[in-house]
């Protein structure tokens, strides 16, 4: 076996791994993250790893596509988008600052209020739809 071979069988046995949660598999979140010429440190990528894997706790996350720029034309210079696809429709995001974590910061915040305004469209669905069926039936 040549080394790549190697390695990629042993990223997939740490995927495998980090799938067991209490005996359990768990889906894992595809992530792709775009960078232009700028390349974030290593401190950011596990900030950002550390942000969607607290998101993955609240929804089903399949895949995350985010785009990292810097513009130094423009004021912010720091862009971040991201793509999230979920059951349902996806969610898109942008954020755009000074820095780079303040761009993560706001791009948190920004998902954390698209997923819980998500949710209470759905509980508004769900609620509005058991009292038209049977008002007897729901609390």
């Given at each position: 076996m040549t080394l790549s071979l190697i390695g990629r069988l042993s990223a997939i046995l740490s995927i495998s791994q980090r799938l067991r949660l209490n005996g359990t598999l768990r889906p894992?979140?595809?992530?792709?993250?775009?960078?232009?010429?700028?390349?974030?440190?290593?401190?950011?990528?596990?900030?950002?790893?550390?942000?969607?894997?607290?998101?993955?706790?609240?929804?089903?996350?399949?895949?995350?596509?985010?785009?990292?720029?810097?513009?130094?034309?423009?004021?912010?210079?720091?862009?971040?988008?991201?793509?999230?696809?979920?059951?349902?429709?996806?969610?898109?995001?942008?954020?755009?600052?000074?820095?780079?974590?303040?761009?993560?910061?706001?791009?948190?915040?920004?998902?954390?209020?698209?997923?819980?305004?998500?949710?209470?469209?759905?509980?508004?669905?769900?609620?509005?739809?058991?009292?038209?069926?049977?008002?007897?039936?729901?609390?």
């Amino acid at each position: 076996m040549t080394l790549s071979l190697i390695g990629r069988l042993s990223a997939i046995l740490s995927i495998s791994q980090r799938l067991r949660l209490n005996g359990t598999l768990r889906p894992v979140m595809k992530l792709s993250l775009k960078t232009g010429l700028y390349q974030p440190s290593v401190s950011f990528s596990s900030l950002l790893r550390e942000k969607l894997a607290a998101l993955c706790k609240l929804l089903r996350i399949e895949e995350a596509r985010i785009i990292v720029e810097k513009r130094a034309e423009c004021s912010p210079p720091f862009r971040l988008s991201a793509h999230l696809v979920v059951p349902g429709p996806d969610i898109v995001v942008e954020s755009a600052d000074h820095t780079l974590r303040a761009a993560l910061h706001k791009l948190d915040d920004l998902l954390h209020l698209r997923i819980q305004k998500m949710r209470l469209k759905q509980i508004q669905k769900i609620s509005g739809r058991c009292q038209k069926t049977s008002p007897r039936m729901c609390p």
